[in-house]
């Protein structure tokens, strides 16, 4: 046997092979080689030296089967082994022991791994079958529709009623939607959201407005349900403001509490006539304040309404908050300065600020057509501005003006 290693001198626990992987107390490293072989490196310390197997003692062969039982060998002073014992540890701790040869512990082991599949190999028919193909994505598109047919998430949502459509015109929503799983990120948001109270026929109508509420985290839009619970919000009043405000759930508690508080302190109200504002238009919590703030002031300054009047404005007409303010600005200079009309009679019925311009100037100038244009409560045939811009137009013809439609119809032509 020639030139088989080197003399070395290490400490012995234990050797073990498992498939091409050596376990001692040593660190091992398995780096692989050619086929014919592999080449082993363990760590040792500054008493150890390096072990290299050489290829040959590896192969499958019932000559090395045979080596390895072949007695071990000694060095004859050439620089060559003879035989006799190739190496034996020794412990001052506990003595002598012998420890197998190495050659003889190697068990054979089969160094060729079968080449791949190649997928022009013929396989049967019955493993045809077996054979599971994932859905194949377009590899660029301009519209989700393209996809739904692949992705479990897209199919399900539109069975739901979400508008693609509209989703995929918002900027990286539809990326979003195609990395959804919906077991997995979908379905738990859902059954949130109809715990929550949110009707099933409106989770359609949901999503398409606020898609990003798939990627919320559980426990955050658990702790918003939990705050509105808090602040006495009754179950019926959180179902409205989440259905009504689909954006409510992605604002922070934080967010929630200095919004709620902001109404309370601009408008001086108490704790449950806050609740009731932002209950009725829920908007209140999740739309931008500059607008709010702004007609807060011109309400203040440049209308000239009292605090207590703005405050029975808005409580009544909560609207009024986000009314375009060249709108109101318009509607009140008609009415306060055109008709007439003072600062106490149009905090009574601010509802005059939903309805439309031209609708309050055209049944006004009839009036003033017909000479019934009195607005004073003090006054005989006192015309309220509930009765000026809310009637239907027979109502209004026959009960307000005195007048017929056709009447009112004929003079509109002429302004």
Same mark, same amino acid.
């Given at each position: ?177 195609? @990395? /959804? $799983? ?6 738990? *948001?859902? =059954?949130? #959201? ?5 009707? &099933? ?53 934080? @967010? /929630? $509490? ?6 309370? *302190?601009? =408008?001086? #109200? ?5 609740? &009731? ?55 009140? $200079? ?10 106490? #009679? ?70």
């Amino acid at each position: 046997m020639s030139s088989l290693c080197h003399r070395i001198c290490y400490r012995w626990t234990s050797l073990r092979i498992t498939g091409l992987v050596w376990s001692s107390r040593q660190e091992i490293k398995v780096l692989p080689t050619a086929s014919y072989g592999i080449q082993t490196r363990f760590g040792l310390d500054a008493r150890q030296c390096l072990l290299t197997q050489k290829p040959w003692m590896l192969k499958s062969s019932k000559s090395s089967s045979s080596a390895s039982n072949l007695p071990p060998s000694k060095e004859d002073g050439t620089g060559q082994f003879t035989e006799s014992s190739i190496m034996q540890n020794t412990d001052d701790n506990h003595g002598k022991s012998e420890v197998p040869s190495l050659v003889k512990d190697i068990q054979t082991v089969e160094l060729d791994v079968a080449p791949p599949h190649s997928p022009f190999d013929e396989i049967s028919e019955e493993a045809a079958l077996q054979t599971e193909t994932s859905p194949s994505f377009p590899p660029i598109s301009f519209t989700l529709r393209d996809y739904v047919d692949q992705s479990e998430t897209l199919t399900k949502l539109v069975l739901l009623g979400v508008d693609l459509s509209k989703l995929e015109r918002r900027p990286n929503v539809a990326n979003m939607l195609l @990395r /959804l $799983d919906f077991n997995r990120d979908v379905k738990e *948001r859902l =059954l949130f #959201l109809k715990d929550v109270g949110v009707d &099933d026929h409106l989770l359609g109508a949901f999503l398409t407005r606020n898609p990003f509420i798939l990627t919320e985290d559980m426990e955050n839009l658990q702790m918003r349900i939990q705050y509105l619970q808090s602040k006495k919000f009754s179950k019926e009043a959180i179902s409205s403001m989440v259905s009504g405000a689909p954006y409510l759930l992605n604002f922070s508690v934080e @967010r /929630l $509490d200095n919004r709620l508080a902001f109404y309370q *302190r601009e =408008l001086r #109200l108490n704790v449950q006539k806050t609740r &009731d504002l932002v209950t009725r238009l829920p908007k209140l919590l999740t739309g931008s304040l500059e607008p709010i703030k702004e007609n807060l002031k011109v309400c203040r300054i440049e209308l000239g309404f009292r605090d207590n009047e703005i405050q029975h404005m808005v409580i009544s007409v909560p609207k009024l908050l986000l009314a375009s303010k060249k709108k109101v600005t318009r509607t009140f $200079d008609y009415l306060h300065n055109t008709m007439g009309i003072p600062h106490h #009679l149009i905090t009574k019925f601010p509802q005059v600020f939903n309805a439309k311009f031209l609708r309050i100037k055209d049944r006004h100038l009839f009036l003033e057509h017909l000479g019934r244009a009195q607005y004073d409560p003090t006054q005989p045939n006192y015309i309220s501005l509930d009765n000026l811009v809310a009637t239907p137009d027979e109502v209004f013809c026959v009960k307000i003006a005195k007048g017929t439609l056709l009447d009112f119809e004929a003079f509109q032509k002429t302004l």
